[in-house]
């Protein structure tokens, strides 16, 4: 049973021990469920899929009542089926705990039938007062959580089964009990009539399995009040409850803010938006496919926009070719749509800006984003300041991969200035800017304001995204590499683990963010002298990036770089040459010429012809470097500069006294 808790006294707050992320997405997750339409095979669909799942020490039982409920589903109650102890109540409370959108996509037709007569039932009877209790058991930490919320909100995220009869509840509550370090709860819940809109049924007649009429059924996502909690006997507490519509104000605001930015246009397009915002990729390409091929009388505008979803699924996974093919049709078939939707064209333009910054074509993305703002400034056009904030994020972002850092950090601020207007303050929109800004202040050498600007990100995040969304491969990333800034090497080391972890299995096989959490773990392992170690690594980033990214990427060029360096220690110089070499290459072809990444290039190849004897090739390099260095005032211009002047100067020694013994 999914449980979540709030105390009273963060109710007004926006703190991680709030109600959190899985309440807000699985509350939208139903609301689009009950809006789908189903067709005649989605019960053979169901089944199909059930088969798939299911396993059974009998072999064959499982497979049985998957025919019968395939046979005879309509001839007894949607509740019936749920509490009959079929395969339905465990898969389908499975599914809603753990945000399983394949599952609940294909339960869907159930889910809706078992709400609908929920509520058929609750408008029908005669409202009365009563009292329902459930008994199950529970971790210590868990009930520690309910225990020292007195006054604060529960919420069931489920079907809630509960029984009039506190004694069948007791005793169910005893027979849970497998661990002796689990605790034994037994809920007694009161319930006032026309409190809260939830739905709930005392199920007689068919609706119950073996004809009893205690049983008392709510509807998900069940918000309660804990009243008190006392001691029962040793192990076994007592906690009062009582049915309300009380909700965390910071949390509506969020969860109305999502519903809005998801609205419009079929369920199916809805849920589609929501997976892409969940960061569950993997599921979403099948529930678009489907309705794109369903739809071939409804328009250019639903093939617009369910390509554009299939573009950013495509972008997401890593997938960039396919994603620029997604987002051309998508802006074909829109610009060829009557009336044309100018916002959606800027959307789109904004999209494939994207795309190409990720490809190093900086002035192409720069291209695309202008013509987006050109829509998304007009105020006849686009009424929505969060799409313009987003347009100034992403005009940000290449101007920081092109290394004009301050340029970066006035947009970035541009687009948090107008968030701070429109949205709550635990939105996920703040993360990404945090992020961007911190990126921008790592890359500029302030890594203490980097850090608190990660750590923000990292806040928010946690409050509203899963724990488990491909995002946070790059929030632990860069979380990683604030602390290897300050020297906290083995921190930094966890939080690229973690980003790594989660990349494994969010993000598809050899996505390019996995590949930046290897290459920044192997720069760790590098730093503590353990260069067997970093080369093992440095070369798993190649081999991801040479898969995915085309060959002229900025971030194959660092990686290069990097292996580089590993080869010098090792001394082997010839070969350090060959990949500072293509390094330079494609960091020539994409970055300005005051980038200090270029600068970076040049002192490494400085000091590889400097050990190989060539010093004449090395003082050329050298200047370079430090040509550019001079040119930025910032910690890290001024670090590189300096390490440059002192190799600078070795160089010139060395050539004073060489022509000295000549």
């Known amino acids: 049973m999914s449980i979540s808790t709030l105390a009273s006294k963060d109710i007004f707050t926006s703190d991680l021990d709030q109600l959190d992320q899985s309440f807000m997405y699985s509350q939208l997750i139903k609301e689009i469920v009950l809006e789908l339409d189903y067709d005649a095979k989605a019960k053979a669909d169901l089944g199909n899929y059930c088969r798939r799942r299911q396993t059974s020490d009998g072999g064959g039982t499982v497979s049985s009542l998957i025919d019968k409920f395939e046979q005879d589903y309509e001839c007894h109650s949607p509740i019936w089926w749920y509490t009959c102890g079929s395969f339905l109540f465990g898969m389908l409370n499975q599914a809603l705990r753990t945000q399983d959108t394949e599952a609940l996509v294909k339960m869907g037709f159930v889910i809706r039938d078992i709400h609908r007569k929920i509520k058929e039932l609750h408008n029908n009877a005669t409202p009365r007062q009563l009292t329902v209790y459930r008994g199950q058991s529970m971790s210590a930490d868990e009930f520690t959580k309910i225990r020292n919320n007195k006054d604060g909100l529960i919420s069931f995220n489920n079907f809630l089964s509960t029984s009039i009869d506190r004694d069948v509840a007791y005793m169910f509550a005893e027979s849970t009990l497998q661990n002796p370090q689990m605790m034994l709860l037994l809920f007694q819940i009161e319930i006032e009539p026309m409190v809260s809109r939830i739905p709930f049924a005392e199920l007689k007649g068919d609706d119950c399995v073996f004809g009893s009429e205690n049983e008392v059924l709510f509807s998900m996502h069940t918000i309660f009040r804990i009243r008190e909690v006392t001691q029962i006997k040793e192990g076994f507490w007592n906690v009062e409850l009582k049915l309300t519509s009380d909700n965390d104000r910071d949390l509506a605001h969020l969860t109305e803010q999502l519903r809005k930015e998801i609205k419009g246009g079929m369920a199916s397009y809805r849920l589609g938006h929501l997976l892409i915002k969940m960061g569950k990729f993997k599921q979403t390409e099948e529930v678009l496919l489907k309705l794109i091929n369903s739809v071939p009388n409804r328009g250019r505008t639903y093939i617009s926009s369910t390509t554009h979803q299939l573009g950013a699924i495509n972008r997401e996974n890593g997938n960039f070719q396919a994603a620029l093919m997604f987002y051309y049709i998508a802006l074909t078939t829109g610009l060829n749509s009557i009336p044309i939707d100018f916002r959606s064209i800027a959307i ?23 013509k987006a703002l050109e829509y998304l400034e007009d105020p006849a056009i686009n009424s929505d300041r969060l799409e313009l904030a987003t347009a100034y994020n992403n005009v940000g972002q290449v101007f920081q991969s092109m290394g004009a850092h301050s340029t ?13 207007e429109i949205l709550p303050p635990n939105h996920p929109a703040f993360a990404t800017v945090h992020n961007n800004i911190g990126t921008v202040h790592s890359l500029m050498g302030n890594h203490s304001l980097a850090l608190q600007s990660y750590r923000e990100t990292c806040r928010i995040e946690g409050r509203s995204l899963p724990t488990d969304h491909g995002t946070l491969v790059v929030t632990y990333n860069n979380l990683g590499e604030a602390h290897r800034s300050n020297g906290d090497y083995e921190v930094a080391l966890q939080y690229y683990q973690k980003a790594i972890d989660i990349g494994e299995r969010s993000l598809p096989e050899n996505h390019p963010s996995i590949a930046a959490a290897y290459c920044n773990k192997a720069i760790v392992y590098f730093m503590k002298q353990d260069h067997w170690t970093a080369k093992k690594f440095f070369e798993k980033a190649r081999e991801i990036l040479e898969q995915t990214v085309p060959p002229d990427s900025p971030d194959l060029a660092i990686v290069y770089v990097h292996i580089g360096q590993v080869h010098v220690v090792n001394t082997d110089y010839f070969a350090a040459l060959q990949f500072f070499r293509k390094a330079l290459r494609i960091q020539k072809s994409c970055l300005l010429p005051n980038d200090l990444n270029l600068a970076r290039t040049y002192a490494c190849m400085a000091e590889a012809f400097y050990l190989l004897g060539n010093h004449l090739s090395a003082v050329k390099y050298i200047r370079l470097a430090i040509d550019i260095a001079r040119q930025e005032n910032t910690p890290a211009a001024k670090q590189l500069l300096e390490q440059s002047l002192e190799q600078s100067t070795s160089l010139f020694f060395v050539l004073i006294c060489n022509s000295g013994t000549q």
């Open 408 to 420: 970066a950090l006035g947009f970035f601020r541009r687009t948090l200035a107008i968030e701070k």
């Open 348 to 370: 789109t333009c904004n999209d494939i800006g994207l795309i190409h910054r990720e490809l190093g074509n900086y002035l192409r993305a720069l291209a695309y984003y202008q």
